[in-house]
């Protein structure tokens, strides 16, 4: 089957495009997906390219290499910058480092003592460091690629559970519907970030950082499902007494395909202009659970540890908060632009007295 | 009293923060709709049903030939040039959740001041010279043979509403504490099996017989605290919340006075006039300040900024991060002499930071793999990186008890080669792709190291970076405070990062912490051999599950010794069993305390005592209003004053290198 996308929504990209700041932000926040999606290319202390007696080495990916293949002498992993400076003394080979040489976790304690130290190019600190010497670009870039893949995971998610059970209860209607929406009423008034901080601090968390997450996103779209089942259900109810709903099922179509292949095209545009929102407040979200020390596991770098870090040391170390702060302000703005022009070229009312 | 707890300082719960603080007027007493309460024929029905525990003899009775002591000649404690007056405003974590002393609930941040550094106790530990000064009693003799202490009560002794303290407060106190209606099973436990008998000889004459022997058998009689009888008369079933918000009638120079407790708001504190050790030697030169206002602050941060512009008089700076960086010797405010930094070096036990390893999981039962941890925890990198080398590396669990300490055993460094030689006995001989060793048949050489210390995080995060370089995981987990002690008393650690607050006592303690009856129901069989069946013993501070005959037999020989030699000599084998055992992996200590204070808060010369905890332990300080106002007024006009930035180590130990 060819991709082909029908008049209606060429038109919308069409109009989006025309929308500047919004399509600006798109192509940045996709420019910056690239980005971080290499990140190891470009933020690691794993060098790019080791060339050691005559031997290529990529170390970035995969397992790791032992000092002792160069050797250095030891049999975990390789310092690449000491073995920069080694290889520069021996003339044995070369090293090619990315951009900042450092990972998010290690501690570059510059005279013995792990502090937060202004930016310093010249080292490859661009943003300084943090309270315990690590690179603060390093942790941004990092958390900000976990937070994105955290909040697009839980827009899906969220989108799955809130489009199913809200076209169904749209569809089917009747007790369904009644019994549905009461449950919902009572569900979404439980409050959302205590219920996060009750069930994740109770649950039992010795597995691994990834299990964490996990179970934090588990936590947190088991109670923000609901308010999409509004939109999806009102929508439904709208196009399900529409001709070509009856049409479909003259002809056969059963419930299933009728939801998910008639209706819910049709009331796709609703959804796609609530997506970015979402994304920001799955952001949000995480940034304050990881800010009040309920969110990602020590020491996973992320944009809330760093806010909490630079809110805790602002007349000493301002660039925390001032890198941490920049970065999420930016990140909400793009993806809130995003939003705006989506909602507006998604509009049928091109011409309105308000605009 | 002597309970120890996990150390609860430099916790924050951030959980608590966002509960917000329920509004909430000020206690009103009057209207409390308890039904009417008279324990008194309880209470004498209980004395009679126990009638070896308590007795009842006359002055004639009392044994001849008793020695007394008053501990007089004892010198003061804080200095004659104190000043009375002023007002202080002290930091508070989080708002008390009761001032009740004794239940849930009453061991709070809160409890110190209306508690252990305020209140008096028949005769206390001198700072300096740990032998007794008294307070509530005149004069005492021990009598060893019988395991007696024989105490004198003052007559002037008087609780804050007037009433004499007799000899039935000390009745009435070991009731309470043995009471099920206080909801506090240790001081249930404590109180029953620590002591044997108290005697009234008359209305200021007792004494008390513990169930053993042992050096500081002084301590354990005179470092009791008496109740007021005429107060707690309404205790029973709904002790709980009828005394949640009542404040008792004390021996402290401390009131809480009648509207100055807002409940989730404000509390302050009034200096009793008419407290009667007011003119006592060893009690006058202290408890300066005429009224203590508490701030609750959640963040340290924030209340470094309250105490930044002044609004709060004093802040300790034990972390470098204050100390060095948010407080320099070069800030504005010290230069211009506003702020004082003093430091400390004191004597007393030390809270044993490590590594507790909880020998009951899987892994963690090999002694191979707990040698390898030892060797692959780089706390000196922790110690010169983190604290700045300002603080000094534990070498046992007891560090700290003098004699008692075993000061030949050193902590094992860190090496990698020797961490990994041991790993390899253990089967651990292969680097996964990640650099994490592992066996042939995939398992993983990774623990789990929680922490109640949100404060301490990076200390963890620097000794997972360093232990990778041996090949081992630490999976790190900052949990709350409170989560955190949980865990660990449920035994579901593997590794546990934390610490026990020791108050100061002669010697440690062994049977917590490592006796078999501490780590399982039942860890041995009639023949020795270890049990099956055994099932992990919950709620204890056997944190390592520590269950070894050897050890067991010691500690027993150890309670019942009563010869200081005899016990130092057991103490040191028994460290030396615990350190080839490596089930703790000792961290750090610190050998001082410092603080930054306002230049109006003054100290005695000699700053504080060689035994002292904290700054604020013994109410040495006072505070000159007038001197507060000039400092304000000088810097609002930009004059300067003699910066002072000191340093004590009068009883700084000299440690071998």
């Known amino acids: 089957m060819r991709w082909q996308l029908n008049p209606q929504t060429?038109?919308?990209?069409?109009?989006?495009?025309?929308?500047?700041?919004?399509?600006?932000?798109?192509?940045?926040?996709?420019?910056?997906?690239?980005?971080?999606?290499?990140?190891?290319?470009?933020?690691?202390?794993?060098?790019?390219?080791?060339?050691?007696?005559?031997?290529?080495?990529?170390?970035?990916?995969?397992?790791?290499?032992?000092?002792?293949?160069?050797?250095?002498?030891?049999?975990?992993?390789?310092?690449?910058?000491?073995?920069?400076a080694t290889l520069e003394a021996s003339q044995r080979g070369w090293v090619i480092l990315p951009l900042v040489p450092y990972n998010p976790f290690e501690s570059d304690a510059q005279d013995g003592i792990l502090r937060p130290t202004p930016p310093d190019p010249e080292r490859g600190h661009f943003l300084g460091t943090d309270t315990t010497s690590r690179d603060i670009l390093a942790r941004l870039v990092y958390g900000t690629r976990t937070a994105l893949l955290f909040a697009l995971a839980f827009m899906i998610s969220v989108y799955f559970i809130g489009v199913v059970i809200g076209c169904s209860m749209g569809y089917f209607g009747g007790a369904f519907d009644l019994i549905f929406q009461r449950f919902i009423e009572i569900w979404s008034n439980v409050p959302f970030l205590y219920m996060v901080i009750i069930v994740f601090s109770i649950i039992p968390i010795e597995s691994s950082v990834?299990?964490?997450?996990?179970?934090?996103?588990?936590?947190?779209?088991?109670?923000?499902?609901?308010?999409?089942?509004?939109?999806?259900?009102?929508?439904?109810?709208?196009?399900?007494?529409?001709?070509?709903?009856?049409?479909?099922?003259?002809?056969g179509a059963g419930t299933l395909r009728i939801i998910f292949r008639h209706i819910l095209p049709n009331v796709l545009a609703t959804l796609v202009t609530f997506m970015p929102f979402t994304i920001v407040s799955a952001i949000s979200a995480v940034t304050a659970l990881d800010f009040l020390g309920f969110g990602l596991p020590v020491p996973t770098p992320s944009l809330g540890e760093l806010l909490k870090q630079g809110t805790g040391n602002l007349r000493t170390a301002p660039w925390i908060v001032i890198s941490a702060f920049t970065t999420l302000v930016m990140l909400l703005t793009i993806v809130t632009f995003i939003g705006e022009a989506i909602r507006e070229s998604f509009d049928p009312k091109k011409y309105t007295l308000y605009r | 009293m002597l309970k120890r707890n996990l150390l609860r300082i430099l916790l924050t719960a951030p959980l608590f923060a966002l509960m917000g603080c329920g509004g909430g007027s000020s206690s009103d007493q009057a209207n409390e709709p308890f039904p009417v309460i008279d324990n008194r024929q309880e209470v004498e029905q209980y004395y009679a049903d126990h009638p070896d525990f308590f007795s009842f003899k006359s002055r004639a009775e009392l044994p001849a030939?008793?020695?007394?002591?008053?501990?007089?000649?004892?010198?003061?404690?804080?200095?004659?040039?104190?000043?009375?007056?002023?007002?202080?405003?002290?930091?508070?974590?989080?708002?008390?959740?009761?001032?009740?002393?004794?239940?849930?609930?009453?061991?709070?941040?809160?409890?110190?001041?209306?508690?252990?550094?305020?209140?008096?106790?028949?005769?206390?530990?001198?700072?300096?010279?740990m032998d007794f000064f008294p307070g509530l009693a005149t004069q005492w003799a021990i009598d060893r043979p019988s395991r007696t202490v024989y105490?004198?009560?003052?007559?002037?002794?008087?609780?804050?509403?007037?009433?004499?303290?007799?000899?039935?407060?000390?009745?009435?106190?070991?009731?309470?504490?043995?009471?099920?209606?206080?909801?506090?099973?240790?001081?249930?436990?404590?109180?029953?099996?620590?002591?044997?008998?108290?005697?009234?000889?008359?209305?200021?004459?007792?004494?008390?017989?513990?169930?053993?022997?042992?050096?500081?058998?002084?301590?354990?009689?005179?470092?009791?605290?008496?109740?007021?009888?005429?107060?707690?008369?309404?205790?029973g079933k709904d002790f709980l919340e009828r005394y949640q918000w009542r404040f008792a009638p004390t021996t402290s120079p401390y009131l809480i006075e009648p509207g100055d407790l807002k409940k989730g708001r404000s509390i302050q504190m009034t200096?009793?006039?008419?407290?009667?050790?007011?003119?006592?030697?060893?009690?006058?030169?202290?408890?300066?300040?005429?009224?203590?206002?508490?701030?609750?602050?959640?963040?340290?941060?924030?209340?470094?900024?309250?105490?930044?512009?002044?609004?709060?008089?004093?802040?300790?700076?034990?972390?470098?991060?204050?100390?060095?960086?948010?407080?320099?010797?070069?800030d504005p405010d010290v230069v211009s002499g506003y702020i004082h930094k003093?430091?400390?070096?004191?004597?007393?036990?030390?809270?044993?930071?490590?590594?507790?390893?909880?020998?009951?999981?899987?892994?963690?039962?090999?002694?191979?793999?707990?040698?390898?941890?030892?060797?692959?925890?780089?706390?000196?990198?922790?110690?010169?990186?983190?604290?700045?080398?300002?603080?000094?590396?534990?070498?046992?669990?007891?560090?700290?008890?003098?004699?008692?300490?075993?000061?030949?055993?050193?902590?094992?460094?860190?090496?990698?080669?020797?961490?990994?030689?041991?790993?390899?006995?253990?089967?651990?001989?292969e680097r996964g792709p990640d650099g994490i060793l592992r066996r042939a048949d995939g398992t993983r050489l990774a623990f789990t190291v929680s922490s109640g210390y949100e404060s301490l995080k990076d200390v963890l995060t620097?000794?997972?970076?360093?232990?990778?370089?041996?090949?081992?995981?630490?999976?790190?987990?900052?949990?709350?405070?409170?989560?955190?002690?949980?865990?660990?008393?449920?035994?579901?650690?593997?590794?546990?990062?934390?610490?026990?607050?020791?108050?100061?006592?002669?010697?440690?303690?062994?049977?917590?912490?490592?006796?078999?009856?501490?780590?399982?129901?039942?860890?041995?069989?009639?023949?020795g051999s270890v049990n099956p069946d055994r099932v992990l013993k919950t709620q204890t501070n056997n944190l390592e599950s520590l269950a070894m005959p050897e050890m067991d037999q010691r500690i027993n020989a150890y309670r019942a010794s009563t010869e200081a030699d005899e016990m130092i000599a057991l103490a040191h084998e028994m460290s030396q069993i615990h350190h080839d055992y490596a089930s703790f992996v000792p961290g750090f200590y610190s050998g001082f305390f410092r603080i930054g204070h306002w230049r109006w808060v003054h100290y005695p010369p000699y700053f504080a005592n060689k035994h002292a905890a904290n700054h604020l332990e013994f109410f040495l300080h006072w505070i000159d209003e007038d001197e507060r106002k000039a400092t304000m007024d000088a810097r609002k006009a930009g004059v300067t004053f003699e910066p002072v930035i000191e340093s004590f180590e009068q009883y700084r130990r000299q440690e071998a290198p």
């Open chain 2, 462 to 527: 620097i000794l997972k970076e360093e232990a990778a370089k041996a090949g081992l995981e630490y999976r790190v987990e900052i949990l709350d405070g409170t989560a955190g002690w949980k865990k660990v008393q449920e035994k579901k650690h593997e590794l546990h990062f934390s610490a026990f607050g020791y108050s100061l006592e002669l010697y440690p303690r062994f049977w917590e912490t490592y006796h078999s009856d501490n780590a399982y129901d039942k860890a041995f069989l009639e023949d």
């Open chain 1, 210 to 251: 990834a299990a964490r997450v996990i179970i934090l996103l588990v936590v947190m779209v088991l109670f923000s499902w609901t308010s999409m089942t509004y939109y999806m259900r009102t929508e439904t109810y709208k196009e399900k007494s529409r001709d070509y709903v009856q049409a479909a099922r003259v002809l």
């Open chain 2, 342 to 429: 003093k430091l400390f070096f004191n004597q007393r036990p030390r809270p044993p930071y490590g590594l507790w390893i909880n020998t009951a999981q899987p892994l963690l039962s090999d002694q191979n793999i707990r040698l390898g941890l030892q060797y692959a925890t780089n706390w000196d990198l922790v110690i010169d990186k983190f604290f700045r080398g300002d603080y000094d590396r534990l070498n046992t669990a007891n560090d700290g008890y003098g004699p008692y300490t075993a000061s030949d055993i050193k902590a094992r460094p860190f090496d990698i080669e020797l961490a990994q030689a041991s790993f390899a006995k253990a089967g651990f001989t």
């Open chain 2, 65 to 129: 030939g008793l020695t007394w002591e008053d501990g007089g000649n004892l010198p003061e404690v804080g200095s004659p040039l104190a000043k009375k007056g002023g007002m202080e405003t002290v930091r508070l974590q989080d708002f008390p959740r009761t001032l009740r002393i004794l239940g849930p609930d009453s061991n709070g941040s809160f409890r110190p001041w209306i508690l252990d550094y305020t209140t008096m106790s028949m005769a206390h530990r001198h700072p300096d010279q």
């Open chain 2, 151 to 235: 105490v004198e009560l003052d007559p002037d002794a008087r609780w804050s509403d007037g009433v004499p303290i007799t000899a039935d407060d000390y009745l009435f106190m070991f009731w309470m504490h043995r009471s099920t209606y206080i909801t506090a099973p240790w001081y249930n436990n404590w109180y029953s099996t620590q002591y044997t008998n108290i005697t009234k000889y008359d209305d200021h004459l007792i004494s008390i017989t513990t169930v053993a022997l042992k050096p500081d058998i002084d301590s354990k009689v005179l470092e009791l605290r008496p109740l007021p009888r005429h107060f707690y008369q309404e205790v």
């Open chain 1, 10 to 84: 060429l038109k919308k990209i069409d109009r989006f495009k025309k929308i500047k700041v919004g399509y600006m932000s798109f192509l940045i926040l996709a420019a910056l997906s690239v980005l971080l999606a290499t990140a190891e290319l470009w933020v690691n202390n794993r060098a790019l390219i080791v060339s050691y007696d005559e031997t290529i080495y990529f170390p970035t990916y995969g397992a790791f290499i032992p000092g002792s293949t160069f050797d250095l002498g030891y049999d975990y992993e390789t310092n690449y910058r000491d073995l920069k």
């Open chain 2, 271 to 330: 200096r009793d006039q008419n407290w009667w050790a007011k003119d006592k030697k060893h009690w006058r030169y202290r408890f300066n300040v005429d009224k203590i206002n508490f701030m609750v602050i959640r963040d340290t941060p924030k209340v470094f900024e309250a105490f930044k512009r002044g609004d709060i008089d004093q802040f300790s700076m034990n972390l470098a991060e204050y100390w060095y960086e948010k407080l320099p010797s070069d």
